[in-house]
């Protein structure tokens, strides 16, 4: 596992998630491992156990298991693991495809709820990432569904693009 990890190349946040996952997803265990390593790198993320399914530049699709520790208090999925659910998911489909010298930061959030969040829950995220690491903001959407296809939120992330800090 090590020598997987040390061919990373951490220069580019977006160059290494995509590279991360094209060498471990394919693994037995591996999106498992990649899934790990994101909820090390961002700790509140990781605390709702999000697992990501698809990882290209410009996409994402990201799934949350109902389990006690995203309920609320009448069963369901908590509408705040559901909003980070938006975030990763996003942030995800936006940091692979951006190029090595731009970093992006969450801006704004909003969620809309359709409907009671129960069982298994899917996220995602198409956008265009930029070519460039010129400042701009970028908004994305994504939309939440549950086993049986039936959307239950949709939400909006607006995405700071700008250069990477030195």
Same mark, same amino acid.
């Given at each position: $596992? +090590? /020598?997987?990890?040390?061919?990373? /190349?951490?220069? &580019? ?8 996952? &094209? ?10 491992? +990649?899934? =790990? ?8 993320? &990781? ?6 399914? %698809? ?7 990201? =799934? ?10 009448? #069963? ?9 659910? @938006? %975030? ?6 936006? $940091? ?19 409907? !009671? @969040? =129960? ?8 956008? %265009?990432?930029?070519?460039?690491? @010129?400042?701009? %903001? ?5 939309? $939440?569904?549950?086993? &049986? #296809?039936?959307?239950?939120?949709? @939400?909006?992330?607006?995405? !700071?693009?700008?250069? !990477?800090?030195?």
């Amino acid at each position: $596992m +090590f /020598d997987l990890l040390s061919k990373l /190349d951490f220069s &580019g946040a977006g160059s290494t998630l995509h590279r991360a996952w &094209g060498l471990l997803s394919p693994l037995p265990g591996g999106k498992q491992l +990649f899934n =790990r390593l994101i909820g090390l790198i961002n700790p509140y993320t &990781g605390s709702i156990g999000a697992e990501i399914l %698809e990882l290209a530049p410009g996409h994402a699709r990201a =799934r949350l298991r109902e389990r006690r520790a995203v309920q609320n208090h009448v #069963g369901s999925i908590h509408a705040i693991a559901l909003i980070n659910l @938006a %975030e990763v998911t996003s942030g995800l489909a936006l $940091m692979c495809g951006l190029p090595d010298d731009a970093r992006g930061l969450p801006i704004h959030l909003a969620i809309d709820y359709h409907r !009671k @969040a =129960r069982g298994v829950v899917t996220a995602e995220c198409d956008c %265009e990432p930029p070519a460039t690491n @010129a400042p701009q %903001e970028i908004e994305l959407s994504c939309a $939440m569904t549950d086993a &049986g #296809g039936t959307l239950v939120a949709t @939400a909006a992330a607006r995405w !700071k693009v700008s250069p !990477k800090r030195r």
